[in-house]
T-cell receptor, first 117, second 110 residues
């Protein structure tokens, strides 16, 4: 399976600022996914990022708040914009693939633990 | 009713015990069923993957899927302290993203 490097691993940010999270994969993948894991909660899909096209956002998430870039098949960024304390979460990128080639999200990065103060 | 229900625990067992973790779901279109293990401050790690109904065994781990009952299970035999983690069930239909349960926190004491 793919190996994912996610940066930063953690950050403490001031409200109103923005943070860009990077996700680097050691192999080319078609689809990348961004998830959020709030304290005590499960993972919630933010958006699906395809190379060369606009990301597809899930209900409750908008591009102005969570802009995503996918410049090539091994890299993606998620920006959390105009942050508020409610954005304090773990953000995870994931890539599809595996045995069935179904793009359902398979391998996860180690996550970015974001605290907004 | 949530799409995926999972008892959050916590679940505490002694070393060597058999652990049973379960999830129920409501969407009959789900075909792909996974169990992830998540250690503190780490990303989820895929443990088991099952397509449709049936059983799958990998070492001390056995995953079961009963689509008629919309119920999936993960069994851990001879549990070890290193198994202490949060276990997340996840499932999806064809071509859709994973839907996760809330996770069950397991603690195995030596």
């Amino acid at each position: 399976s793919a190996v994912i490097s996610q940066k930063p691993s953690r950050d403490i940010c001031q409200r109103g600022t923005s943070l860009t999270i990077q996700c680097q994969v050691d192999s080319q993948v078609t689809m990348m996914f961004w998830y959020r894991q709030q304290p005590g909660q499960s993972l919630t899909l933010i958006a699906t990022a395809n190379q060369g096209s606009e990301a597809t956002y899930e209900s409750g998430f908008v591009i102005d708040k969570f802009p995503i870039s996918r410049p090539n098949l091994t890299f993606s960024t998620l920006t959390v914009s105009n942050m508020s304390p409610e954005d304090s979460s773990i953000y995870l990128c994931s890539v599809g693939g595996g045995q069935t080639r179904i793009n359902y999200g398979y391998t996860f990065g180690s996550g970015t633990r974001l605290t907004v103060v | 009713q949530k799409e995926v229900e999972q008892d959050p625990g916590p679940l505490s067992v002694p070393e060597g015990a058999i652990v049973s973790l379960n999830c129920t779901y409501s969407n009959s279109a789900f075909q792909y069923f996974m169990w992830y293990r998540q250690y503190s401050r780490k990303g989820p790690e895929l443990l088991m993957y099952t397509y449709s109904s049936g059983n799958k065994e990998d070492g001390r781990f056995t995953a079961q899927v009963d689509k008629s009952s919309k119920y999936i299970s993960l069994f851990i035999r001879d549990s070890q302290p290193s198994d202490s983690a949060t276990y997340l069930c996840a499932m999806s239909a064809l071509g859709t993203a994973l839907i996760f349960g809330k996770g069950t926190t397991l603690s195995v004491s030596s």
